[in-house]
């Protein structure tokens, strides 16, 4: 079980708040975070209430203030534990459209670059076989960030997405 503390100040100062486990809304234990301390397992943190807006994934570490996760402002509303096993599996199958239209591509390792191995960087839907993945708008896993469990989603905006593009995907392992 994953253990995170979050702190009003910079450098782990101010009223706290420590969790292990999942949090939709923070709001009413902090009234902003500027620094968070990671004790064990790897959480995503959310700009918003109930796992919306921006996300930042964090491993057991020190965050002394928000621009160490590459945040923009001291907000971040809910967190939830990604479970990790080691050695599991990986897989998910991505579509060009939605509901699972479309060609079918599937991946059981990181893609750097969505356009050079499928010709198309649109994923408008998927299914999670297995692991939880990372997508980011832009390749090289860079821009926004959208964590995707287990499970699945008949379109983008069931992941979050502000649109469908999709740079670039990486697996969550525990290292």
Same mark, same amino acid.
């Given at each position: 079980?994953?253990?995170?503390?979050?702190?009003?100040?910079? *450098?782990?100062?101010?009223?706290?708040?420590?969790?292990?486990?999942?949090? =939709?809304?923070?709001?009413?234990?902090?009234?902003?975070?500027?620094?968070?301390?990671?004790? @064990?397992?790897? %959480?995503?943190?959310?700009?918003?209430?109930?796992?919306?807006?921006?996300?930042?994934?964090?491993?057991?570490?020190?965050?002394?203030?928000?621009? =160490?996760?590459?945040?923009? *402002?001291?907000?971040?509303?809910?967190?939830?534990?990604?479970?990790?096993?080691?050695? @599991?599996?990986?897989?998910?199958?991505? %579509?060009?459209?939605?509901?699972?239209?479309?060609?079918?591509?599937?991946?059981?390792?990181?893609?750097? *670059?969505?356009?050079?191995?499928?010709?198309?960087?649109?994923?408008?839907?998927?299914?999670?076989? =297995?692991?939880?993945?990372? %997508? %980011?708008?832009?390749? *090289?896993?860079?821009?926004?960030?959208?964590?995707?469990?287990?499970?699945?989603?008949?379109?983008?905006?069931?992941?979050?997405?502000?649109?469908?593009?999709?740079?670039?995907?990486?697996?969550?392992?525990?290292?």
């Amino acid at each position: 079980m994953g253990k995170i503390i979050f702190y009003e100040d910079k *450098n782990f100062a101010g009223h706290q708040y420590e969790c292990s486990g999942d949090c =939709s809304d923070m709001l009413c234990y902090l009234s902003c975070c500027n620094s968070i301390m990671v004790k @064990s397992g790897c %959480f995503m943190i959310y700009e918003q209430p109930h796992y919306k807006g921006q996300q930042f994934l964090l491993r057991k570490g020190e965050y002394p203030d928000f621009k =160490s996760w590459l945040g923009k *402002n001291d907000c971040v509303c809910s967190c939830c534990e990604i479970p990790m096993t080691q050695g @599991s599996s990986h897989e998910v199958k991505l %579509f060009e459209r939605m509901e699972y239209g479309g060609q079918m591509m599937a991946l059981v390792d990181d893609c750097p *670059n969505v356009m050079d191995m499928f010709q198309t960087n649109h994923i408008f839907s998927c299914k999670v076989i =297995s692991g939880s993945w990372l %997508f %980011f708008e832009q390749s *090289n896993y860079k821009g926004r960030m959208y964590l995707i469990r287990p499970g699945e989603y008949t379109r983008f905006t069931e992941w979050g997405g502000l649109s469908a593009r999709v740079g670039s995907i990486k697996r969550i392992t525990d290292n």
